[in-house]
């Protein structure tokens, strides 16, 4: 069993995505893992981490997400492992979880120094388990060779087996190979692949929102899986409303009060994802039977508007076990711009 390690050097870089294209590319067994988890979600009475839930559900695993991850806060674990016992743990625990694999692909921490004070730093992992380092990079372009002059300056020298980086999220594919591709070369970095910014992967879907917002859901279960593009909050009159550029879009989210029955119908008469209805004010039945007719989702929640907009920007658009859409596109994404062969070979 070959065993990788996916890393990025800054969060959020799209290391889950992009394992999940690998692992839908590769034409060989894949396992996972994700030794520290930093998402914690409560399901089924056990703690899991949502990445290693997300990964066992798209790819058709045992269900053994909980036991994918070692642990959550860095105080609970540096007092049950120390580094021999963690060494045997995580070893134990990736052979137990790959012994139906050709390949394992062990998770990284969210950044390249998270879990350092427990050992659990991707670093430490790849050293313990005898892999091979993948780097995922992403971000602005500056960002972006920064971190490669890092790794080539503080990370290759440090006798781990590095297979390669991939970028990621790059926003004009061609621009960024005719001004950095020479020079990344020259830094003897192999290049796995350069993957594009595709913005139908930052939208949100209703479904994923719903479960993030813990909303109630009065109406409208057959647009779950709709997905959110634009978002207006509903803080003006409806005639003002209804002038405003961002409601005359497509595939919006409106959040409003429940007692804001005229903005609510005329959002319903428009291309609505959905509609979040804050100060837990359920609007009329009428309201409700209309949005479950169009199948647009009501959603309460008992937050206010002002609040529920705040936790709304705020969150992270990750994807969820029925991002069909999304999963597809990344998996072809992997296939046109990343190597596999020699990734895995």
Not at 322 to 344: C, N, P, Q, W, Y
Request: proline residues 3%.
């Amino acid at each position: 069993m070959k065993t990788f390690v996916v890393a990025s050097t800054r969060p959020s870089a799209g290391k889950t995505g992009i394992i999940l294209g690998l692992a839908k590319c590769c034409k060989q067994r894949c396992g996972y893992i994700k030794p520290l988890g930093d998402r914690l979600l409560y399901r089924k009475k056990r703690l899991w981490d949502y990445d290693a839930s997300l990964v066992t559900g798209v790819l058709g695993l045992d269900d053994i997400s909980d036991e994918m991850t070692l642990g959550f806060e860095h105080s609970k674990l540096r007092y049950i492992y120390d580094e021999e016992s963690l060494k045997g743990k995580l070893n134990e625990t990736a052979q137990t979880l790959g012994r139906h694999s050709d390949i394992l692909l062990v998770e990284g921490s969210r950044d390249i120094s998270y879990g350092a004070s427990i050992n659990l730093d991707s670093i430490s992992v790849t050293r313990m388990l005898d892999a091979e380092l993948i780097f995922i990079l992403s971000g602005a372009e500056d960002s972006v060779i920064d971190d490669l002059v890092f790794l080539k300056r503080y990370i290759y020298p440090e006798k781990i087996r590095i297979r390669g980086v991939i970028i990621n999220k790059v926003r004009d594919l061609e621009d960024f190979r005719t001004t950095h591709q020479g020079s990344i070369e020259k830094m003897g970095i192999n290049v796995l692949g350069i993957l594009p910014f595709k913005p139908e992967l930052t939208h949100i879907t209703v479904d994923y929102l719903s479960e993030a917002l813990f909303a109630k859901v009065l109406a409208g279960e057959g647009g779950l899986n709709n997905f959110i593009t634009n978002i207006f909050v509903g803080d003006m009159s409806t005639d003002a409303a209804c002038r405003h550029p961002i409601f005359s879009t497509g595939k919006k989210l409106i959040i409003a009060s429940g007692d804001r029955s005229d903005l609510i119908l005329a959002s319903l008469d428009s291309d609505t994802s959905a509609i979040v209805v804050t100060n837990n004010i359920p609007p009329p039945a009428n309201i409700i039977a209309k949005a479950a007719d169009r199948k647009i989702p009501l959603l309460l929640v008992p937050h206010d508007t002002f609040k529920t907009a705040k936790l709304v920007d705020d969150m992270e658009p990750l994807l969820t076990k029925t991002s069909t859409a999304k999963v597809e596109l990344l998996e072809g994404m992997v296939r046109d711009h990343v190597r596999i062969g020699d990734l895995f070979a």
